[in-house]
Nanobody, 115 residues
Framework: QVQLVESGGGLVQPGGSLRLSCAAS????????MGWYRQAPGKQREYVAG???????NYVDSVKGRFTISRDNTKNTVFLEMNSLKPEGTAVYYC?????????WGKGTLVTVSS
């Protein structure tokens, strides 16, 4: 049974930082491309960042220079370090694991950026 469990969300002030984690089980983690997506209230889910099997990374323009995605294949975990958070970053953040023929999602963790 595949599980992706996100953690680390919460309430943070504008300009603050949070570190999200996503622990995977039931998959061979190292062969999956991992990603973070978010869905703000009333909006569609959007791509935030991704990291390939070899560690290559990609970001949506709006978070470049502020967010960092990383992975620890020994712990089957992917991280999203978020700095200089803005109110528009308020959303449910979802973890995604993808390879040819497989696409898995976590249930999300809520991030609220507000003073």
């Amino acid at each position: 049974q595949v599980q992706l469990v996100e953690s680390g969300g919460g309430l943070v002030q504008p300009g603050g930082s949070l570190r999200l984690s996503c622990a995977a089980s039931g998959i061979i983690f190292s062969i999956y491309e991992m990603g973070w997506y978010r869905q703000a209230p009333g909006k569609q889910r959007e791509y935030v960042a991704g990291i390939g099997k070899g560690g290559s990374t990609n970001y949506v323009d709006s978070v470049k220079g502020r967010f960092t995605i990383s992975r620890d294949n020994t712990k089957n975990t992917v991280f999203l370090e978020m700095n200089s958070l803005k109110p528009e970053g308020t959303a449910v953040y979802y973890c995604n694991a993808k390879k040819y023929g497989a696409d898995y999602w976590g249930k999300g963790t809520l991030v609220t950026v507000s003073s």
